[in-house]
């Protein structure tokens, strides 16, 4: 049984000069059962904190959801803290779990 070497995969390099150029990002999970709504929750809470979706992706995996976007805070009106608070708040009202991360910490946790 032939097993694959990590050494071997070919990752790209770390370019620190891409992490400075995406400094207001954060990426935002939502994992739950599925519900009419979620997406229109979620945005509606990201939209009235003027933070901007760069990028989204949904999915429905038999009776659970999932999504993960990209969100530029650059013009957000309260703290990411506050938005992580707020995100989680939500999230328990609407029975789903919310997950944020800037980009940072999100790139540094995944590379090799």
């Known amino acids: 049984m ?3 070497n990590p050494a071997d995969l070919p990752f790209s390099h770390f370019d620190e000069s891409e992490e400075k150029s995406l400094p207001d990002k ?3 999970t939502v994992v739950g059962k599925d519900r009419v709504g979620i997406i229109a ?3 509606s809470l990201l939209a ?3 933070v901007n979706i760069e990028d989204i992706t949904q999915k429905i995996l038999g009776e659970f959801f999932t999504m993960i976007l990209i969100g530029d805070t650059s013009r957000c009106s309260i703290s990411l803290n506050e938005l ?3 995100l989680l708040q939500k999230g328990e ?4 779990q919310i997950f944020m991360q800037h980009t940072s910490i999100f790139r540094a946790m995944h590379r090799i």
């Open 48 to 50: 009235a904190e003027q």
């Open 84 to 86: 992580r608070a707020r």
């Open 26 to 28: 954060v990426v935002i």
């Open 41 to 43: 929750t979620v945005t």
């Open 2 to 4: 032939n097993l694959l």
């Open 93 to 96: 009202e609407i029975g789903v």
